[in-house]
């Protein structure tokens, strides 16, 4: 099931049942009467073993209605995971812009964790803003991301996927010269409108992340590609560690890291201007894409 959280040409947004290829959509308020809340407020519902808001009728046409980030209103942080793919973990310690890589380091022995504020999540379609007062190296990173469903601490990897409510696609927006400056990544990718999400969340029963591939391209080049099953730290493996000692909530987004192919890896490397347009994409998941537009 493919859920997103729309918005009608009144600004009104909701949160629906969605096939894309049909062009349909169903309320979730209609499938579910009396819910009145958001996808994270759907997500902590779902998670208490209520039934899913399944569609019994045809639905409504699409039509003019935009798709918002699926949880455009997330609680807390986003979780990222750094340096998660072997080729990725080269070509940024080949770059100059990694403050933690060891000399030699083919990949780190434990996950690497940081966080993207919530002010960072914009839409599908909405404009990635560029602020060339405070950086002139904006880069791409397409990535999945997990969201978590039914909250737990000390989940152990045997029983994560359990927790897991779905997938939807991030691009990792990263102010490669702010990373570099303050020596940390947290700044230089929380950068207002540095998350574009969506363009759905695919519940859980729907997707094997193992059998995956995410592609990116910019202006119709792609730049790259990658099987999920690459990953060095795997799903299971990002939520025990990450829930060792913290608990992961309803609507907890994990970002599970990108591959090889981002901007500061060209040769030279290439930054993103005004007019590029950057396409994620992940088949059972959709498409990502959005514009590089000047600052808000």
């Not at 209520?50 to 918002?68: K, N, W, Y």
């Not at 409108?193 to 969340?201: A, D, E, I, S, T």
């Not at 347009?277 to 000047?294: A, T």
């Amino acid at each position: 099931m493919h859920l997103a959280t729309l918005c009608s040409c009144s600004g009104i947004r909701f949160v629906a049942v969605v096939d894309q290829t049909a062009g349909r959509y169903w309320p979730v308020n209609e499938l579910l009467p009396g819910f009145d809340g958001d996808m994270v407020d759907l997500i902590a519902y779902l998670a208490d073993d209520e039934a899913a808001p399944l569609p019994t009728c045809e639905g409504q046409p699409l039509g003019d209605l935009r798709f918002l980030a699926p949880i455009d209103r997330p609680r807390r942080n986003l979780f990222c995971v750094g340096k998660n793919y072997r080729e990725h973990v080269t070509e940024f310690a080949d770059s100059g812009y990694d403050s933690s890589a060891r000399q030699g380091e083919l990949a780190p022995d434990a996950p690497i964790f940081f966080t993207k504020a919530t002010g960072t999540v914009i839409g599908p379609g909405a404009p990635i803003p560029l602020y060339p007062d405070v950086s002139a190296e904006v880069d791409y990173e397409g990535e999945l991301a997990v969201v978590i469903g039914r909250a737990g601490r000390s989940i152990p990897r045997e029983q994560a996927m359990a927790h897991v409510f779905g997938y939807t696609l991030i691009n990792d927006v990263s102010a490669r010269d702010v990373q570099r400056r303050h020596r940390q990544w947290f700044l230089g990718k929380s950068l207002d409108g540095f998350c574009p999400m969506g363009p759905v969340l695919a519940t859980a029963d729907s997707i094997d992340p193992t059998r995956l591939t995410l592609c990116c391209h910019v202006n119709g080049q792609r730049r790259q590609q990658a099987a999920v099953a690459q990953l060095i730290f795997d799903i299971p493996a990002l939520i025990e560690t990450l829930s060792a000692a913290m608990t992961l909530q309803p609507g907890d987004v994990i970002a599970t890291g990108t591959p090889a192919g981002v901007g500061l890896g060209q040769q030279p490397p290439v930054f993103l201007k005004v007019g590029d347009r950057v396409r994620i994409e992940v088949e059972g998941i959709g498409v990502l894409e959005n514009p590089v537009g000047d600052a808000p």
